[in-house]
């Protein structure tokens, strides 16, 4: 990023999680009066399978059933996905304290909360963010995973510092998947997504550039994992 000013007056995309559905709306609705986009979530589970590079920040509550907002925030951090996270709490202890900020959180607000103060704490971490870190925005637009690199911008991308070439539909596939990291598409759904209105495109066409793509991939080849009878993944945990 080049300009700061000009990026902080862009809209920013937002990600609230919140098994209370009445929050959820009195959340949405405020933030998007402040100039954000929201996207909602009412479990961690969901949560993880929406998160993209494109939101720059989480508003995450603690107590949900399945998934915590601890799990989550801790599962981001092993994944080397850094989104600032701002956990919503109806514990307000020290030790809630400690653990919000021992699991990667950058800020937590005790429930019930003004919801004046919830957005002046939004924009404080957004603005820093920015300020602090003026490749941001390049970052935000690039996904990581060990020495694998995707630039979601250039379309390139680099194994061990080295280019790989792709077939743009090798491409949209493997960013398809490394962008919603364990969350399972069948054939019908990369066909959908990558292939959209192309006619006469067989579901066996998506195994035959799996394949390709895999042998491309190297060692990073076993990430693009597949679950018997329902689909294709990117699985972040094949290599340790």
Known sequence: MTNVSTDLQSPKKILIVD???????????????????VDTAISGEEALAKLTPEHCLILLDVMMDGLSGYLVAEQLRNDNIQTPIIF???????NDMLTCFS??????????????????????ITRRNYETFPSLK???????????????????????SCSLVLTK????ILCLLMQHQGQIFTREDILEKVWKDESY??????D???????KKLNEYGVCIANRQ???YYFDNKAIT
């Open 208 to 214: 035959v550039h799996i394949t390709r793509l895999r």
């Open 169 to 172: 539909k090798e491409y949209e």
């Open 19 to 37: 098994d209370e559905e009445d929050i959820l709306e009195i959340l949405r609705f405020n933030l998007e009066n402040e100039g954000f986009i």
């Open 201 to 206: 495109v067989l579901e066996r066409t998506v």
């Open 88 to 94: 919503l709490t109806a514990r307000n202890t020290e």
């Open 229 to 231: 009878s329902y689909g």
């Open 138 to 160: 390049e970052k935000k637009h690039t996904i990581i995973f060990k020495n694998l690199k995707l630039n979601l911008v250039a379309k390139d991308i680099e194994i061990n």
């Open 103 to 124: 699991v990667g959180g950058d800020d937590y607000i005790a429930k019930p909360f003004p919801i004046k103060e919830v957005i002046a704490r939004i924009k404080a």
